[in-house]
């Protein structure tokens, strides 16, 4: 089911550069549209997503995602934390 009503939701990162690269890839694939409409820094990073075109399930893809492409960026020496 898609929805077709926007939705602007922050989330916690550790990296906003590579939910960055993430969510290009993610859009592509699927079909969706999420994008990054800013960042605050704080303690740790939080990115604020405006998407509109989505499904429930494509939000917890996108963070499945990025923690499968962070471990694989670990592992390769990439990013570190």
């Not at 993610?26 to 740790?44: A, L, M, W």
């Not at 893809?61 to 960026?73: I, Q």
């Amino acid at each position: 089911m898609e929805l077709d009503k926007e939705l602007i939701f922050k989330v916690m990162v550790t990296f906003p550069h590579v939910l960055e690269r993430e969510i290009l890839d993610y859009n592509e694939y699927y079909g969706t549209n999420f994008e990054i409409i800013g960042t605050i820094y704080d303690d740790v990073p939080f990115c604020k997503i405006k998407v509109s075109k989505y499904n429930i399930a494509n939000i917890f893809g996108l963070g499945y995602s990025l923690s499968s492409l962070e471990n694989k960026l670990k592992e390769e020496g990439e990013i570190d934390w």
